[in-house]
């Protein structure tokens, strides 16, 4: 079974511009949760798609969002991108009908200039 | 409040010798779940293993071996003879299934010199 894709893999941006990251999930899984990296901060959640809805959220502003498609393929997106945005953002995929183990990606390395 | 703590911020040791990586958390649910995963540079989190809050067996698998303690909240890490390939930044992280979603440490840098 192929693993978690994350595209793109790198990514520079520049302050006040907005991007959007995709992941698709192993077969089978349903649910894909999204986390983001830094040095300062470590791991940390950002939201949760299961069939299409959110189902939990951490504690980011709204500039960050996200959805995910009927094949549940999700994507990110940041708006007015700013310079402390810059992370190691994660995808990970699980079956969704309960705590499963999360499969994660490769990330996307994100830098905001 | 939920939170994992991983007080080793790096470790460095010699091919062959034991290593144990520490990992304590807190939680008020009683059903939860608690991993282990590996990040080598590439970045990509690798898994290595799931607890449920109910099963303290321990777990040995090849040069990995986990120990689960309720009454101390831990859930403890040993790799044995390490290897150079062993070197990675590792994270222990909580998982409450109220929420789906997972509590990470701040992660322990293992180096393994040969």
């Known amino acids: 079974k192929a693993g978690v894709t994350q595209t793109p893999r790198y990514l520079i941006k520049t302050r006040g511009q907005q991007v959007t990251l995709s992941c698709s999930p192993i077969s089978g899984h349903r649910s894909v949760s999204w986390y983001q990296q830094t040095p300062g901060q470590g791991l940390q959640f950002l939201f949760e798609?299961?069939?299409?809805?959110?189902?939990n959220k951490g504690n980011f502003p709204g500039r960050f969002s996200g959805r995910q498609f009927s094949n549940s393929r999700s994507e990110m997106n940041v708006s007015t991108l700013e310079l402390g945005d810059s992370a190691l953002y994660l995808c990970?995929?699980?079956?969704?009908?309960?705590?499963?183990?999360?499969?994660f990606g490769p990330g996307t390395r994100l830098l905001v200039l | 409040a939920q939170k994992v703590t991983q007080a080793q911020t790096e470790i460095s040791v010699v091919e062959k010798e034991d290593v144990t990586l520490d990992c304590v958390y807190e939680t008020r649910d009683t059903t939860y779940y608690l991993f282990w995963y590996k990040q080598p540079p590439s970045g990509e989190l690798v898994f290595l293993i799931r607890r449920n809050s109910f099963d303290e067996q321990n777990e040995i698998s090849g040069r990995y071996s986990w120990n689960f303690q309720k009454s101390t909240s831990s859930f403890n890490f040993t790799i044995t003879a390490s290897q150079v390939v062993d070197s990675a930044v590792y994270f222990c992280a909580l998982g409450s299934s109220n929420t789906g979603k997972l509590i990470f440490g701040q992660g322990t840098t293992l180096q393994v010199k040969p």
């Open positions: 990970a995929s699980s079956l969704g009908t309960g705590l499963e183990t999360q499969y």
């Open positions: 798609y299961f069939s299409e809805t959110q189902r």
